[in-house]
């Protein structure tokens, strides 16, 4: 079952159980957990819903009519996230709507987004909320591909391009309003790189694919959509000096790439990019290496690309070591990092917003993993592998109580630095990059409409787009 296809039939049976005179339907919690397990009830064979306050409670329950028979239900109606399975199971109910003997047997419901076409593997992706999308993945042969992608069906379209090549992948940097995507085509193999513009309403190529100098490495790249452009992030290889190459996704052109440091120190780079399109400024910020970010001590360096002017301003702030950067298309910019003052205890994850206010503590001994914005409703997400960690006595000792546990978006309020809601149900890799495939790519981890508080994310089994609500 997946969401273009969302019905499905349960049938049941709770007629031989005593004073039944109804029935009613329990969803466990999402999963698989995070310990992969697809056993997500806690209270097998119970008298009672799934509720006990320490684990991941059932996700919802529906009345059935009568004791027997076949009840038709619609996944979307029913506001289930997606990308996830459940545990269905039944109770015989009482005409008061008490729970008479023991809960039935539970089966697996799997309800998907969209599954890549073909077997493959998703790599990257750009969602256009209300539009055509864009996802790039990768077959087991090796074989990149790029096609459209209908975010609210979770089905994929046409085949935009194609390299058979084994080694061939391609990253999705963004979609301006002219439905022009922008891609990165490279071969890993050999390490050549082409910037190519695809038109998602034609299906054409936008002019002709830009091969990247042998002296550049691209790491990642934004598209301002409103004003067809976008800034590509690499840096050189003889001595990380950081650069932005600008592409006119108008007409697939690259202009003269624009160099970020004029003094690189040979081991630090410009890791981190976004764009603000309520200014048109793109911002990228120097990562540090991992010794001074044990203590995230000093100041970071952040560069202002104006490529109206042609011009890059260079500015400290920010943290050396931050993991992630976003714009909330307001004129503003965030961060998120993880602080410890020695290896030997254990350190705190924190947002805060470049140039302004004090950080927020976001979760104890826990790295970030990734940051999406909301402007619109003042809201971060922030992606955590683990639920919340909590002290468990002893030395460095942290850990959770929650066998149901999945990985979690936390969402906080900028204005106060509360925790305001919590996503449940996602499922982040626990080394490398989100796909296994694009390691230095600062990808768009959760994408956002703020319009809808929908979001979009890598599903746990790496095979598609998991759609969500914040």
Not at 189 to 217: C, I, K, M, N
Not at 228 to 238: I, K, N, P
Request: proline residues 5%; contains cysteine; negative net charge.
């Amino acid at each position: 079952m997946n969401r273009a296809a969302p019905r499905f039939s349960v049938h049941y049976d709770v007629s031989r159980v005593k004073g039944a005179t109804g029935t009613l339907l329990e969803f466990s919690a999402p999963g698989p957990n995070m310990y992969n397990s697809y056993n997500m009830v806690s209270n097998q064979n119970g008298t009672t819903h799934d509720h006990n306050g320490v684990d991941s409670p059932a996700t919802l329950d529906r009345s059935l009519t009568g004791t027997r028979g076949t009840a038709d239900l619609d996944a979307l109606a029913l506001k289930l996230p997606s990308s996830i399975a459940y545990d269905l199971r039944v109770f015989a109910v009482d005409q008061h709507g008490r729970t008479v003997g023991q809960a039935s047997p539970t089966s697996l419901l799997a309800y998907d987004d969209g599954m890549a076409p073909d077997g493959t593997n998703l790599t990257d992706f750009a969602i256009v909320p209300g539009g055509t999308s864009v996802a790039a993945v990768e077959s087991p042969t090796g074989e990149g591909s790029v096609y459209d992608y209908d975010a609210a069906t979770g089905t994929y379209g046409r085949k935009l391009t194609s390299d058979p090549t084994y080694g061939s992948i391609y990253e999705v940097f963004g979609v301006d309003s002219a439905q022009h995507a922008l891609v990165l085509h490279k071969q890993t193999t050999t390490g050549e790189q082409w910037l190519e513009t695809y038109d998602t309403g034609t299906g054409d190529a936008v002019g002709s694919p830009v091969r990247v100098d042998d002296q550049y490495v691209v790491t990642g790249g934004r598209v301002d959509a409103k004003r067809h452009r976008a800034a590509v992030l690499a840096h050189r290889s003889s001595d990380r000096a950081g650069f932005v190459l600008p592409v006119d996704t108008a007409t697939g052109a690259m202009g003269t790439p624009l160099q970020l440091d004029p003094t690189p120190d040979g081991r630090t780079s410009y890791g981190l990019l976004d764009v603000d399109e309520s200014t048109g400024l793109f911002s990228a910020q120097k990562t540090g290496t991992t010794v001074n970010c044990v203590a995230s001590i000093g100041s970071g360096t952040v560069a202002a690309v104006d490529l109206d002017t042609g011009t890059v301003t260079q500015s400290q702030g920010g943290i050396p070591c931050a993991g992630d950067l976003a714009a909330d298309q307001k004129g503003n910019l965030y961060e998120t990092w993880y602080h410890s003052y020695s290896v030997n205890f254990a350190g705190t994850g924190y947002l805060g917003q470049l140039g302004g206010g004090d950080p927020v503590n976001v979760g104890t001994a826990q790295t970030p993993l990734a940051l999406a914005v909301d402007g619109e409703h003042h809201w971060a997400l922030l992606a955590f592998r683990f639920p919340d960690l909590k002290p468990m006595g002893g030395f460095q000792q942290y850990g959770f109580t929650d066998n149901n546990a999945t990985g979690r978006m936390a969402v906080v309020d900028l204005k106060t630095g509360n925790t305001v809601g919590t996503v449940t149900g996602v499922e982040y890799p626990l080394y490398g990059s989100w796909n296994g495939r694009l390691e230095t790519h600062r990808e768009r981890v959760m994408q956002l409409d703020p319009a809808t508080r929908t979001g979009w994310t890598y599903a746990g089994d790496g095979s598609q787009i998991q759609q969500f609500s914040y």
